[in-house]
């Protein structure tokens, strides 16, 4: 029997491949005039550049999804945003189950590596998992937002509005259906602590959650894992650096918090602080905060969410490890130690070279964003921030998307693409896969460092 072409590529290759595919097919479909609000029409870069935003989860948008796109329009876009957020192989693999059809062990490999699973054994009844949650998760989100949208929008809109946000929030995208996006909800406590919840969730990672939940109903037996542990704590530790700093900044600016009583300073600095790191969503006007916000924003995109989440950025893990290695090495300790677990050298390695490559990308997409920024009309601070956050996967924008011309347009296409499958992913899907060396060089101690 014949192989199949597809069954040559390596997991990384196939990703990158079926992520490329899809942005198309949905781009294709965004660009249909049937899925558009009256009177109003895209290109098939805009279209491109939605389909991409929605399927990498990233949450920028060059128009506004709910005076654009009709309900078909936002439905497409919806669905994109949950195959995006769970992961296309994901999708297939439950369909092949649903039908009754035999994973094969090549196919587990791809799956394992789709969700950043620990191993090939067991990622099956993963995935199951993972769609059970992920469905309990948007459904009790869709629950709790209808308390707010219903009386406002009436039972057929409010419970649409609820689900929409839902989604859109569990899988970190940021895409509302209103022009102002959440900022008409800056006061309300519900609505920013449940669209707060889902996106954590969602940002937590796949197989944190399952661990998590394991460990919570069976604590004697089911033990946290280290690595539930680092990002977990890195994930806390964030958030409140994140929501005190944002306080501390914008707290007298008239602009942004200002007019606020406390008690809404204090909840649109978490808020902003939570979709940060890849939310997406908004309850104050980036364009109006102070520059110190504005840098402390960007840190944030940039180290992002969970490995094998629905969210961006370098992730937690990587930060923290590349963080406990220079730690270590500027005590003069050996290997970097944490939770009573020694980090093994090639997990530095990897995070090294992740971190490396996000910012070569980030640094080459940034320049390409100056050069193409020919009418001058957009700042250096707006253009680097729409630059991370679209390779972060984020969303969150000064309002410069909508005013980028094409070349700009397609250069975040790249980095919203590039952000969502990994930059280690593509670099070993396009790599030259050769087998290891034989020979081993003697190692060369006297290169200077520093």
Known sequence: MRRSPLTRLTPPQLIALSFALASLLGAGL??????????????????????????????????????????????????????GGLGIITFGTLFSVLLGRRINFAQRIRLAQQVSAFGVGGVVPLIRKIF????????????????????????????????????????????????????????????????????????????????????????RTERLLVHSKIVLSVMAALLLIGTLLILLFEHANPATLGPLPWG???????????????????????????????????????????????GGGIKTSTFYVMLTSALTL?????????????????????????????????????????WANTSKQLSFVSLFFETVSAFASVGVSMNATPLLNSPQQLILIAL???????????????????????????????????
């Open 30 to 83: 965004l660009s249909l005039p049937i899925t558009h609000q009256p009177g109003k029409q895209l290109d098939f870069v805009q279209a491109l550049f939605m389909s991409t935003s929605a399927l990498c989860v990233a949450g920028l948008g060059v128009v506004d999804p709910g005076s654009t796109f009709n309900t078909l329009g936002q439905v497409v876009l919806l669905s994109l945003i949950q195959i």
């Open 264 to 310: 809404s300073k204090i909840l649109a600095s978490f808020f902003q602080s939570v979709v940060a790191r890849t939310g997406g969503f908004n309850t104050l006007d980036y364009s109006l905060m102070a520059l110190p916000t504005l840098f402390i924003t960007i840190i944030l995109m940039f180290i992002g969410a969970n490995p094998g989440s629905t």
């Open 132 to 219: 059970v949650f992920t469905l309990l998760a948007e459904l009790l989100g869709t629950a709790l937002l209808a308390i707010r949208f219903v009386p406002q929008e009436g039972w057929g809109r409010g419970l649409y509005f609820a689900l929409f946000h839902a989604v859109s929030a569990f899988n970190n995208v940021g895409f509302s259906l209103y022009p102002d996006n959440l900022m008409r909800f800056v006061n309300d406590p519900l609505i920013c602590l449940v669209i707060s919840a889902l996106i954590i969730l969602g940002g937590m990672g796949f197989a944190v959650q399952i661990n998590v939940l394991a460990h919570w109903r069976r604590p």
């Open 330 to 370: 500027v005590r003069g300790r050996g290997d970097p130690v944490t939770f009573q677990r020694r980090i093994h050298r090639d997990t530095v390695i990897r995070a090294m070279t992740v971190g490396l490559l996000s910012l070569g990308l980030v640094n080459t997409g940034l320049l390409l964003m100056l």
């Open 416 to 450: 919203m693409y590039l952000g969502r499958i990994g930059p280690l992913t593509f670099a070993v899907a396009i790599g030259d896969h050769q087998e290891h060396q034989l020979i081993k060089y003697p190692p060369e101690r006297d290169i200077l460092i520093g």
